[in-house]
């Protein structure tokens, strides 16, 4: 069983800058995907950013590409998510999944380990 714990969430103001951790346990990190994705209150979970088991691949929705940016070291089984320029419209819990395959996907049923989320609040 994969466990990945998130960090580094918290109350910033508009036009600040956030980076989430995920840290996973699992010693086969490198071949799985992983997958940022969050949950504003009352609206369903949606994908924010994914990111192949070797790095090579990036996608992301298009209301963060050019503010966001997902990274990874499998060095230490981490995988990031740089928050610049943030808007209140991104106060949601962020979660970090990962898939058992290697490629980068958007779909949310292809994920197959979830942590349990890390508030981010920005404030107007």
């Known amino acids: 069983q994969v466990q990945l714990v998130e960090s580094g969430g918290g109350l910033v103001q508009a036009g600040d800058s956030l980076r989430l951790s995920c840290a996973a346990s699992?010693?086969?990190?490198?071949?799985?995907?992983m997958g940022w994705f969050r949950q504003a209150p009352g609206r369903e979970r949606e994908f924010v950013a994914a990111?192949?088991?070797?790095?090579?691949?990036?996608v992301y929705t298009d209301s963060v590409k050019g503010r966001f940016t997902i990274s990874r070291d499998n060095a230490k089984n981490t995988v990031y998510l740089q928050m610049n320029s943030l808007k209140p419209e991104d106060t949601a819990v962020y979660y970090c999944?990962?898939?058992?395959?290697?490629?980068?996907?958007?779909?949310?049923?292809?994920?197959?380990?979830w942590g349990q989320g890390t508030q981010v609040t920005v404030s107007s």
């Open positions: 699992e010693r086969t990190f490198s071949t799985s995907a």
């Open positions: 990111i192949s088991g070797s790095g090579a691949t990036t």
């Open positions: 999944a990962a898939r058992r395959l290697f490629a980068a996907v958007r779909d949310i049923l292809r994920y197959d380990y």
